[in-house]
């Protein structure tokens, strides 16, 4: 499987065009927003959301330039999640880096977050499409939401696999979805077209998750760019400790109920308990199953290089490392 650096070089002008676009939307007169945009923009990331858009737009033929504006949109909302959930989940390290929160405080942090939404809005409005405007709405207030039920699943071990694919589908795989769809709009192809857009993204990104899953537990911190184990020492009830919770041993279950309760579980041996129930390949199926829901989502869409790019995307979903 190609590299995601590999399978996004059909797109690279597109690509640096949209950091263009981050850069010049980024300029504001208030000294610590462009500090704190620089640093987190600049900081790397993968860029898959805005890619989404762009590869989603070009597979419908869309011809115009508004697709730039919408990816760095979508980058905004992503940077923007990012701030007030270091904050919320007072995380220390991303990408291999200091969060935001760490160098210039949880307050700055929240309210460059709250500059960043803002002004993803104003760049929607130039876009001038109402329907545009409806799906980024409705995904931001879905994403909201999703936040707001995982804050409430933090240390309860009673959560259902339902439940929290539901906590998934809301606060991950919602902006994938709405960055597949926006690229449909915009090439203003029929509405079961835009839904076999939204459906891949949707599928994708929950994938995307679950393989987040895996990797907090069987990751390397220097290529993760993250602490392993994070989810864990949060309480997060995540897709591997549930499935030790529903096949495991008494004891294993007996440990990861309480590590969940209680937050800062002994990592080792809640990775072990995870080795033995062999949750990891029980997520890692879970993720290949809703890959498989993606590509098929594309089966409508003619055929061409990027419909064979967005295959390739989704596939990437269960080889990253980071």
């Not at 980024?136 to 999703?146: F, L, N, P, R």
């Not at 990751?219 to 529903?246: I, M, N």
């Amino acid at each position: 499987m190609p590299s995601l650096n590999e399978l996004l070089k059909p797109i690279n002008a597109d690509m640096q065009a949209v950091d263009q676009v981050i850069r010049d939307c980024l300029d504001s007169e208030v000294v610590l927003i462009r500090t704190i945009g620089d640093y987190i923009i600049g900081s790397g990331g993968k860029r898959i959301r805005p890619a989404l858009a762009l590869l989603s737009s070009r597979a419908f033929g869309y011809q115009g330039n508004q697709h730039l504006k919408m990816a760095a949109v979508i980058e905004f909302i992503h940077t923007a999640t990012l701030l007030h959930d270091d904050v919320v989940d007072e995380s220390s390290l991303r990408r291999g880096r200091s969060t935001a929160n760490e160098m210039f405080g949880n307050a700055a942090s929240v309210l460059v977050g709250d500059y960043l939404y803002s002004r993803a809005f104003e760049m929607m409005v130039e876009v001038d499409s109402m329907a545009v405007m409806q799906v980024m709405s409705q995904a931001t207030k879905v994403i909201s939401e999703g936040e707001v039920l995982q804050l409430m699943n933090v240390n309860d071990p009673n959560v259902t696999q339902e439940g929290y694919l539901q906590v998934v589908r809301f606060k991950t795989a919602k902006l994938f979805e709405a960055a597949a769809r926006v690229g449909a709009i915009l090439a203003n192809v029929s509405e079961p077209m835009q839904e076999a857009a939204a459906t891949y993204g949707r599928h994708m990104g929950t994938a995307f998750q679950l393989v987040d899953d895996l990797l907090d537990y069987s990751g390397d911190t220097q290529t993760l760019g993250k602490t392993l184990g994070d989810d864990l020492r949060e309480g997060k009830a995540t897709l591997p400790l549930l499935h030790v919770l529903a096949v495991g041993n008494t004891q294993d279950q007996a440990l990861v109920r309480q590590a969940i309760e209680k937050g800062d579980g002994d990592f080792d041996a809640v990775a072990q308990a995870i080795m033995r129930a062999d949750a990891l390949t029980y997520t890692r199926q879970a993720a290949e199953a809703e890959v498989t829901l993606a590509i098929e989502a594309l089966s409508e869409l003619p055929d061409s290089e990027t419909k064979y790019l967005l295959q390739q995307l989704a596939g990437h979903c269960l080889t990253r490392n980071q």
